[in-house]
């Protein structure tokens, strides 16, 4: 699944990333950290490189959303095999859509289009993890079908990846004042798949 036409209020197209799209999804990156600061987070200062992309282009898990020839968003993703469990699912990296771009249902054609590379590699869910109190986090997330994971849920083998990344960036200062959540969206299941 390397290019698809989404129909919606903005009609993008969604392709996987080349090289020449990496300084507008440095852009795009920038962009979503100054809305964070924008809505009271003391980001720290932070200027992305093309090395924070390279390895999920090289391994095609990098896709971007155009508009017009114009980069309009991106998704970056990966693959959780979830220790000794046999649930693997894909894992949201970043979204990000570009201010110009925002709010027109660019971001959740992106995921979406994740969705349905996960579903044919015949994974079983997506994972994320995100802000649990920014509205277009954790709350967007929840009107696109994901579930929060409680520790109980988290403790189990079918969740020990995004446990782990969960508990890395839980270290980081930031999260003491702004918390964040793992979330699952399940294939086909239900949420019994967050119970095994």
Sequence with gaps: MTSLPVS?????????????DIPHIMKIHKEAYQTFRDHGMAMPDFEPSPGDFLSSL?????????????????????????GDSDFYTAY???????TA????????????FV???????ELQGIDLTTYKDIPWNAPYYE???YSTLGREELCKD???????????????ELCLSWPRV???????????????
């Design 143 to 145: 009107r696109l079908g």
């Design 115 to 121: 969705e349905g590379w996960a579903r044919e590699l």
């Design 92 to 98: 949201i990296r970043q979204v990000s859509v570009s």
């Design 158 to 172: 079918n969740a020990s990846d995004v446990h782990d990344e969960l508990k890395s960036e839980s270290e980081h």
């Design 58 to 82: 090289n391994d095609e898990k990098l896709w971007v959303a155009e508009e017009n020839s114009s980069c309009a968003g991106f998704i970056q993703a990966d693959a959780f095999c979830n």
């Design 101 to 112: 771009h925002a709010r027109k249902g660019v971001g959740k054609q992106l995921i979406e």
């Design 8 to 20: 919606s209020s903005t009609a993008v197209e969604i392709r996987l990333a080349t090289p020449s």
């Design 182 to 196: 793992a979330m699952r969206k399940c294939f086909d299941c239900g949420m019994s798949c967050v119970a095994q």
